[in-house]
């Protein structure tokens, strides 16, 4: 494994040598494959993630931010005065797994009243994942990963919209976020999640990006916000305090129904590209898988 990502790190000069415009067909996939056959999964997916960053005039620099945090995780691993939570962190982010047995044995504990704010797939060549995002009635959030062959069902004990009391064991990590469901006490029931404000979420969000650079992907959970259009005529989410954060969906059509002007929670999966929707609670409407 150091050896592959010894390879990378030279792969990542070279390509800041060359130039971050030159472009060869195919050029994530040999450093991918070679992460592969290095053991470092969790990393290969992220080299071959870099073909999805959008062309246009930003694309070298965003190709540029992600080579630079790929690169923080090569020195990262490299170090060994790291402080454990942050070290659990970098070997989850190059591939090291924890087994499940650990963490029902020795992950934090958590038991709270968790709603299930969204539930999202993703297939990556012959895996697809089920992201269920929770937001517990105390504050803290929890992600909750399910994967499955293609044609083989997944797991779907957690339903949007719903509401488990249950305790959770997570994994270890600088910034926690991924948990098991180590006990459920009683059965789900519907329910509407305690929401926060944009300048709330963000002052989260910044935390557990300060904790773990490599945060891709973090649940919001916006109470009271209406759907508005910036000046780049894309649509927002907007608070009563005027604060914005931009919505990211290829099908603005349910949200725009179910809102219907009105302010409504809104949960989402925030990245640096946007807000993905998952869900909405309309006062009256009740809540809409979106």
Not at 28 to 44: S, T
Not at 84 to 90: E, I, M, Q, W, Y
Not at 116 to 143: K, N
């Amino acid at each position: 494994m150091a050896a592959g990502l010894d390879d990378l790190d030279r792969w990542l000069r070279d390509r800041v040598a060359r130039g971050l415009a030159a472009e060869d067909a195919g050029q994530f996939d040999e450093p991918a494959r070679r992460l592969v056959d290095a053991q470092a999964g969790a990393l290969a997916g992220q080299v071959r993630g870099l073909s999805s960053v959008p062309h246009g005039p930003e694309r070298p620099g965003a190709l540029l931010a992600e080579y630079a945090l790929l690169r923080l995780l090569v020195h990262a691993h490299r170090r060994p005065d790291l402080p454990a939570p942050l070290r659990a962190t970098v070997r989850s982010r190059i591939g090291f797994t924890v087994p499940r047995e650990d963490v029902l044995s020795d992950g934090e504990r958590v038991r709270d009243r968790w709603c299930v704010v969204g539930v999202r797939d993703s297939a990556q060549e012959q895996l697809t994942t089920r992201r269920a995002w929770l937001r517990g009635r105390g504050g803290r959030s929890a992600l909750v990963l399910s994967f499955a062959p293609p044609g083989r069902p997944l797991d779907d004990s957690l339903t949007a919209g719903t509401e488990l009391d249950a305790e959770l064991a997570f994994f270890p990590g600088a910034a926690p976020l991924r948990a098991l469901v180590a006990e459920r006490h009683g059965e789900p029931v519907p329910a509407v999640p305690d929401g926060t404000t944009i300048a709330g979420f963000l002052t989260e969000h910044a935390a557990a990006l300060a904790a773990d650079p490599w945060t891709d992907r973090w649940p919001a959970v916006l109470a009271d916000v209406r759907l508005a259009r910036p000046a780049d005529d894309g649509l927002a989410a907007m608070d009563a305090a005027g604060d914005v954060l931009p919505l990211r969906t290829p099908d603005p059509w349910p949200l725009l129904a179910v809102s219907g002007g009105e302010p409504v929670t809104l949960a989402g999966e925030w990245t640096p590209r946007g807000l993905h929707p998952l869900a909405a609670w309309h006062p009256t409407e009740g809540p809409v898988i979106l």
